[in-house]
């Protein structure tokens, strides 16, 4: 069965940078639409950034100007691009698609969400 394969987390000092991946496991996928969330120990889950099939995008409003998503042009990965980090960004961040596999028949669509990258922004 594919999965959502993230990647990309890790420790970085505020103001850095880090740049999450996310993937479907099988190439015969693609995305088309995705949105990243991420959890705060002890805080709800938070809409981070979204993007749909047209390309259009939303952002939450303590991450706009900081923050872009992407995909690239074959619609295989999205990208959380995350400029001037901050310690409040600590969190885990999640990713959720809608992917479709195309077939001589018709259209497969599912919803899946990645297993979760831990960001911490630490001096």
């Known amino acids: 069965q594919v999965q959502l394969v993230e990647s990309g987390g890790g420790l970085v000092q505020p103001g850095g940078s880090l740049t999450l991946s996310c993937a479907p496991s099988?190439?015969?996928?693609?995305?088309?639409?995705a949105t990243w969330y991420r959890q705060a120990p002890g805080k709800q889950r938070e809409l981070v950034a979204a993007i749909n099939n047209a390309g259009p995008t939303i952002y939450a409003a303590s991450v706009k100007g900081r923050f872009t998503i992407s995909r690239d042009y074959n619609l295989k990965t999205v990208y959380l691009h995350m400029n001037s980090l901050r310690p409040e960004d600590t969190a885990v961040y999640s990713c959720n698609a809608d992917l479709i596999r195309r077939t001589a028949t018709g259209e497969i669509l599912g919803n899946y969400w990645g297993q979760g990258t831990q960001v911490t922004v630490t001096s």
């Open positions: 099988e190439n015969t996928y693609s995305v088309n639409a």
